[in-house]
C-alpha cells in the first residue's frame, strides 16, 4: 500500500479523540496514517464525497487506491499500518470478529451519550460537524 490510510474520526469524541493521538504517537512520524477530524470546523463531508450523516455514523477511512472502508475494519487497517498485524489475524477469527463489530456498532451508535455530549434528552452532533449549506 503505498500513501497514507486517511481515517476520518469525531474530534469531539473525547476517547475518539485520544485512540487518534494514541495512534499518531504509534505511527512515530512515519505518516502511514492521516486524520481528519470531522467535528473541525470547515469540514465538509461533501468534499471527500461522503454524505454527513453517514460519516458521522461510524468511522470512516480512504485508502490510498481512494476506496472507503467503515467500523471496525478502520481499527485493522490502523493496527496494520502501525504494525500490529498478529492483533489484526486475531480480529479476524469468527466469533471474535463478530463480537468486535456488534461492540463497535454499540459504541458508535451511542457514542454522543457515552462522551457527555446529550442535552435536554437529544444526542444531534453539533452543527459545526455537518457539511456547510
Known amino acids: 500500500m503505498t500513501g497514507p490510510i486517511e481515517v476520518f474520526f469525531d474530534g469531539a469524541c473525547p476517547l475518539c479523540a485520544r485512540e487518534m493521538r494514541w495512534f499518531t504517537r504509534l505511527d512515530g512520524g ?3 496514517l492521516r486524520f481528519v477530524d470531522i467535528a473541525a470546523p470547515g469540514f465538509d463531508a461533501s468534499s471527500f464525497g461522503l454524505d454527513p450523516k453517514t460519516i458521522l455514523a461510524r468511522i470512516h477511512a480512504r485508502l490510498p487506491d481512494g476506496s472507503f472502508a467503515t467500523g471496525v475494519e478502520v481499527f485493522r487497517l490502523m493496527y496494520s499500518a ?3 498485524g498478529p492483533l ?3 480480529s479476524r477469527i469468527p ?3 463478530q463480537l468486535l463489530d456488534f461492540a463497535y456498532e454499540k459504541f458508535a451508535k451511542n457514542r454522543l451519550r457515552l462522551t457527555g455530549r446529550c442535552e435536554d434528552g437529544a444526542c444531534e452532533v453539533p452543527a459545526r ?3 456547510p449549506h
Open 30 to 32: 512515519r505518516q502511514r
Open 82 to 84: 502501525v504494525g500490529f
Open 88 to 90: 489484526v489475524w486475531l
Open 95 to 97: 466469533g471474535v470478529s
Open 129 to 131: 460537524a455537518q457539511a
